[in-house]
């Protein structure tokens, strides 16, 4: 094999290092979205002073004024 081959297959296998990695992470986002935007959301609300009411979906709860 060449340099030149070698650089190139390299970089092929961390492109598709890469190409997985992304869609594990795009999965796991995608499953746990709603609960990590709750718990931000919760986060909001103790901050503003405000109570956190609960969605019928995760993603979906809200801050009302108390």
Do not use: F, H
């Not at 492109?15 to 992304?22: G, K, N, P």
């Not at 959301?41 to 004024?65: H, I, M, R």
Request: proline share 3%; aromatic share 6%.
């Amino acid at each position: 094999m060449t340099k030149w081959n070698r650089r190139g297959q390299a970089l092929v296998e961390y492109l598709l290092i890469i190409a997985v990695i992304s869609v594990v992470v795009v999965t796991v986002v995608k499953l746990l979205g709603g609960y990590l935007q709750d718990s931000m959301t919760k986060s909001a609300c103790n901050l503003t002073d405000k109570v956190y009411v609960e969605g019928p979906k995760p993603g979906q709860g809200q801050c009302v004024d108390r």
